[in-house]
């Protein structure tokens, strides 16, 4: 089966850290770039980070950047994003694409896969 599953949500701590993993499964992910998107309940949804195939410039939200780090390993098929200092704002479903013909964009595609999500809660 071709997807792509997000895993490593959770509830952490205002200042904490938590890495989401993006896991391709039925195909290579090295040709396609990644979005990771989130929604909070109430509101819309927003681009958060984004990496191509190749790796180079990532992009980052005003709102994430200097916390966020996006990166890839290929060998494991899999695309992390690493949050750092976290704040309640941050607080949302957080959902990943795989994206072979457009870069970053919100929008679904076809021949994209997108996945069912992992919920971040950061609360004391």
């Known amino acids: 089966q071709l997807q792509v599953v997000e895993s490593g949500g959770g509830l952490v701590q205002p200042g904490g850290s938590l890495r989401l993993s993006c896991a391709a499964s039925?195909?290579?992910?090295?040709?396609?770039?990644v979005i990771w998107l989130r929604q909070a309940p109430g509101k819309g949804r927003e681009v958060v980070s984004c990496?191509?195939?190749?790796?180079?410039?990532?992009y980052y939200s005003d709102s994430v950047k200097g916390r966020f780090t996006i990166s890839r390993d290929n060998a494991k098929n899999t695309v992390y994003l690493q949050m750092s200092a976290l704040k309640p704002e941050d607080t949302a479903t957080y959902y990943c694409?795989?994206?072979?013909?457009?870069?970053?964009?919100?929008?679904?595609?076809?021949?994209?896969?997108w996945g069912q999500g992992t919920q971040v809660t950061v609360s004391s």
């Open positions: 694409a795989a994206q072979r013909y457009y870069y970053c964009s919100e929008r679904p595609r076809p021949g994209d896969y």
């Open positions: 039925g195909f290579t992910l090295d040709y396609y770039g």
């Open positions: 990496i191509s195939s190749s790796g180079d410039s990532p």
